[in-house]
């Protein structure tokens, strides 16, 4: 019966996209499902997933909203 | 001082309704609360409660986005 | 598929027990998910109940761990 | 590596704000980095901050939606 | 900044094991942590992985703690 | 009504110690309690802070236990 959370800032890996794909989401809930059965022997049907998405103004690292904190180091 | 969340899909329980309704928040907000009275002796102004609407392709069971889960085992 | 995740600090409502007792949880666990099935229409075996206990000192309120704020209040 | 997650109903505090302002995000996400390197002298650059803003309607306080609990006890 | 959250029952998988094993909590670091690198494209050192080990009285299933419920269905 | 929560890993910061001073926990509660007073103007009674200690082992970060990717970055 485990429960997964992920959570992830709301904003797109392709161009184009702004927010995480329906078809990326499906592979996280199948990976991790899949992780839980290889590792730890739970049923693909005992888990749950939950995939939060977070808007980046409300993400912090580095003691500010994570857009600043990426400027400020160079990261994308 | 309890917390109770609770994370459901964002769905709705009645013909026409597409999410949970502002009643059915207020009923489990009461229920639940009255429960932590009654089993632990909590006063119901020391109980918090926080429900969580979860879009349907944010939920993984089964290995698979919930609502593809369902079809393949023929629930609803 | 609801989660529902309770989180009471850790201490006894009864004389003599320090936490809450496992006939306390399984009275939770089974009120909580009466309660989603009652409200929600979502049938018993979709639902996972977390109960969570938080040690005393791991809870603040008030501004202060809750021993303090429940000695300052007069509360019990 | 401390990550902080702060709950808050969606409402505005200042007259025609409906909810949290980037700005006050940006001072939660700075004073409680600040806070965990003064007290415990974690990093900045190691600390996870996520700020989720609950529709009052989704969150309950004495039995009741948050805000009939807020008019029943006379508050704002 | 992904942030995985991974709650399990606290039991073990292999003979002679009572909880889940540190090399199968490495494992779940690295296949999730992998997960997000291959399907979202987050470096390895920004996700934050975080297991919850949960007593079985304190985790409930089809309104019974888990191990009521297993017994009941016939499952280990 | 605000909930926050603070997840770190169990261990000390001062010599001798192997997890987090009641001290410090407190000061932790006060200060964040503090911080939503100031910036969102919630009043200290009505925010509850949880801190949750998670086993290093249980604590992922570079796709490794958190332990491991110290060593290999030279961090402390």
């Known amino acids: 019966m485990p429960i ?28 991790v499902s899949q992780l839980l059965l290889d590792v730890l022997n739970k049923p693909l049907e005992a888990t749950f997933v939950v995939i939060e998405e977070v808007e980046k103004e409300n993400w912090g690292w580095g003691g500010l909203p994570v857009d600043e904190y990426r400027k400020q180091r160079g990261l994308k």
């Open 4 to 31: 997964v959370t992920i959570q992830v800032t709301r904003e797109g890996t392709k161009p184009g996209a702004d927010s995480v794909t329906a078809n990326e989401k499906a592979q996280l809930i199948e990976g």
